[in-house]
């Protein structure tokens, strides 16, 4: 999509294909300070600078000084109406290679690509869907004509396109616990495709729908007698967290355990309270656990936990050896890490509980909103 002679479009798709490809991306991002320190693009070779918009409204001389000579520049904003008109006055000015983010912000956060981590060894495929620009993870199993998602995003597209080029029905999805960083899309993908919807009932006391029990020890299978997924009580996040191993490889462990922190105990207000299960999750559950299992996180804190093809996986046995969060010997200091020591809490996690509980209906842009920032479902990801 082309609005003059001298500018064009780059979408969210392509911005991803450049960062996990290595190639540099230069991005002048306009929206206001706080918005960029808070939430930006960042990548292994991407540059960036901030101007906000209002600055540049008599002009982008300002923004001109700082920019490269000898490559493409990307103007960002919240939505894309910013990001043209700064992107038209550069060009007018004669800068060359301009391009602006189509959709802005917004797009970014919603972009959902596809990785294929691999084939399962009882029959079928294991993929991840990466969420860039808000760090959250999504999967799917296909196994003969059928498949099974969990921690599905709002946006289910991509999902759906995926399960029917495999020739799959999704026939169930699976949350591993109530998320407060985003909104779930397995009760909406279920219903869209007649599949069964998963959640644990610890977490589900307060929900205003029907689902099925995801207990301790729940077994559902994929493609007839394939690949089972097998559900693990591992509560700490939340009260009802649930971990899954599948295919005696992997192990989904929500936002319990990250390749590089461990979850955050607080979001429901009950962080003393949980803090002493988080630890017997990670450090009595999971230690039990072969160390040679696969680690499958829900979500990101930083693009440096990103493989080579953009896929986030880690070995358990690697992250007993070198993840923070699991190496604090000391109970009493583990608990005041958890508890005091925290991040800034997700934007608008109350209302996205709730909305996850079925007792709010957010409209789409309102979802949007909602959502908009990054997950901080971690600890720690520096």
Not at 218 to 232: F, L, P, S, W
Request: aromatic content about 8%; some cysteine; charged content about 25%.
């Amino acid at each position: 999509m082309t609005t003059s002679a001298s500018i064009s479009s780059m979408k969210a798709e392509e911005a991803a294909d450049l960062i996990i490809s290595g190639k540099p991306l230069f991005i002048l991002d306009v929206r206001n300070a706080a918005d960029y320190a808070d939430w930006r693009i960042e990548g292994k070779r991407v540059e960036s600078v901030n101007i906000p918009y209002f600055e540049l409204l008599d002009g982008v001389g300002p923004a001109i000084a700082l920019l490269p000579q000898d490559r493409e520049v990307l103007v960002v904003c919240a939505k894309e109406g910013s990001s043209v008109f700064v992107a038209e006055q550069l060009a007018e000015a004669g800068v060359q290679g301009v391009r602006y983010l189509e959709g802005g912000m917004k797009a970014w956060s919603e972009y959902v690509r596809p990785v294929k981590l691999g084939d399962l060894r009882g029959g079928g495929e294991l993929f991840q869907f990466v969420r860039m620009g808000k760090g959250c993870l999504s999967y799917m199993i296909v196994s003969n004509g059928e498949a099974a998602v969990i921690d599905a995003p709002r946006m289910t597209e991509t999902l759906l396109q995926v399960a029917e080029e495999r020739g799959a029905r999704i026939r169930h999805t699976l949350d591993t616990h109530l998320h407060a960083d985003h909104i779930s899309g397995g009760r909406q993908l279920a219903l869209q495709t007649g599949g069964t919807y998963w959640l644990p009932p610890k977490d589900a006391r307060e929900v205003a729908f029907d689902y099925a029990k995801l207990e301790d020890g729940t077994r559902i299978v994929v493609g007839g007698t394939t690949i089972e997924i097998q559900a693990m009580y591992s509560p700490g996040h939340t009260i009802g967290s649930t971990s899954f191993l599948v295919d005696g490889t992997y192990l989904m462990t929500g936002d319990i355990l990250f390749a590089a922190s461990i979850g955050r105990p607080d979001l429901a207000g009950l962080a003393e309270d949980w803090a002493g299960d988080l630890r017997e999750t990670l450090y009595e559950r999971y230690r039990a656990l072969p160390e040679a299992l696969i680690v499958l996180p829900a979500h990101y804190g930083t693009w440096r936990e990103l493989g080579e093809r953009g896929e986030v996986t880690a070995r358990l046995g690697d992250l007993f050896a070198g993840n923070p969060g699991l190496n604090i010997p000391d109970e009493a200091e583990f608990r005041r890490i958890v508890t005091e020591q925290l991040p800034q809490q997700p934007n608008a996690y109350e209302a996205i509980r709730h909305t996850n509980m079925g007792r709010l209906t957010p409209s789409i842009e309102e979802q949007r909103e909602m959502e908009s920032g990054p997950n901080r479902c971690a600890i720690h990801d520096k």
